[in-house]
């Protein structure tokens, strides 16, 4: 009972960590159920992702700094869009008035709602990280997993190998999280692929109500190739990194922070 009571506990910490993309999917069902005058759905969808975003900062469930990675998160999934619609990955066939070559703004707060959910899940689980790679293998890591949505049109898709090196690199490392006062921990590559899972999931029910579509569901709605699974453990996993490596940088200059103070005090009390 006791472990039945703390994956509650988690799940619901996992939940509320999710509002964000609740939103989003809330927002996406009722426009598709009951469409909203004067402008077009992806404009609505634009404002009430706007609106939410101001909300959640307005309210304190997200700092600036959070906002900061989620507004770069925007910018790096608005570009992939931008590629990848272009490619003929997927499209974006209603109208909007806010679009960028063929895509949607809104769809750069899909892409966000993943980093507002690793900022809420980081702060709620109070999540710490363990034997986590240097810096400067951290960022070329995460470089070659993005360019790599691009690259592949070109030239072969280096996936397999990018698997490889993950593992490699994160084989000893470790996350541990909190759940009503009790710490627990797992690898952090099986969390990579857990929320992967999850996201997948999720884009199953946000191409049913229409966000996107993909070739096969032109005509008509199908459940998304599960090895698109693969894709968003790979996207989970820049996310992650870019997240964790902001979260270490601003932890450090915390510390340095808080060590000066401390040397002026000593200072004051001396003199």
């Avoid at 910490?13 to 999710?18: I, N």
């Amino acid at each position: 009972m006791v472990a039945l009571k703390q994956l509650v506990r988690f799940g619901w910490e996992q939940a509320l960590s999710c509002l964000f993309p609740v939103v989003i999917f809330a927002s996406l069902a009722i426009t598709k159920i009951f469409p909203l005058p004067f402008l077009p759905r992806y404009d609505w969808l634009l404002i009430i992702s706007l609106l939410m975003q101001w909300w959640m900062v307005r309210s304190g469930l997200e700092t600036r700094d959070e906002l900061k990675v989620i507004t770069l998160f925007h910018l790096i999934g608005l570009t992939l869009e931008v590629f990848k619609t272009h490619m003929g990955s997927w499209s974006y066939p209603e109208e909007g008035y806010f679009k960028i070559l063929g895509v949607p703004l809104y769809s750069g707060f899909m892409y966000a709602s993943v980093a507002s959910y690793l900022c809420q899940a980081w702060r709620r689980l109070k999540v710490e990280l363990i034997k986590w790679p240097p810096f400067l293998i951290v960022v070329p890591l995460a470089s070659a997993i993005y360019l790599n949505f691009f690259t592949h049109h070109y030239w072969i898709d280096v996936r397999p190998w990018l698997f490889g090196l993950v593992i490699i690199i994160f084989w000893k490392s470790w996350v541990t999280f909190k759940v009503d006062g009790t710490r627990y921990r797992m690898p952090i590559t099986l969390s990579f692929v857990l929320i992967g899972f999850f996201i997948w999931i999720a884009e199953n029910i946000a191409t049913f109500f229409g966000a996107w579509k993909y070739l096969n569901q032109i005509d008509a709605w199908s459940f998304v190739h599960l090895g698109k699974v693969s894709s968003w453990v790979l996207l989970v996993i820049v996310s992650f990194l870019i997240v964790a490596t902001l979260k270490q940088v601003k932890g450090e200059n915390s510390k340095n922070v808080s060590k000066i103070h401390q040397g002026v005090i000593q200072v004051d009390k001396k003199y």
